[in-house]
Nanobody
């Protein structure tokens, strides 16, 4: 099974924090980068953050820099997205995916094995 599984979304007020989790298949987790994307209603899916196969290199969208942190835990095959100082414009369905490559990139076409997504709603 090569599906990833996200969790951790919810409804929070502006300024709050959330931590999203994504459990990846063993083969994918060991060799490839992982990424977080989000899609708001009526908008295209956009890159949020990515981490390379080793955890040594990360990549962030400008909207995530300084507020979001991506990390990975090898024993549990889990990739986390720690989100702080959330804003209403962060409201979206957040998706985790496995990259085709070992280093993260921003285009969604560079990723496969998408999860079902987890809803994050930030109220004023």
């Amino acid at each position: 099974q090569l599906q990833v599984a996200e969790s951790g979304g919810g409804l929070v007020q502006a300024g709050a924090s959330l931590r999203l989790s994504c459990v990846a298949p063993p083969r994918a987790f060991i060799s490839f980068a992982m990424g977080w994307f989000r899609q708001a209603p009526g908008k295209e899916r956009e890159f949020v953050a990515g981490i390379d196969f080793s955890g040594d290199s990360t990549l962030y969208a400008d909207t995530a820099k300084g507020r979001f942190t991506i990390s990975r835990d090898s024993p549990s095959r889990t990739v986390y997205l720690q989100m702080t100082n959330l804003r209403p414009e962060d409201t979206a369905v957040y998706y985790c995916a496995t990259a085709y490559a070992a280093i993260p990139t921003t285009p969604s076409n560079d990723y496969h094995y998408w999860g079902q997504g987890t809803q994050v709603t930030v109220s004023f």
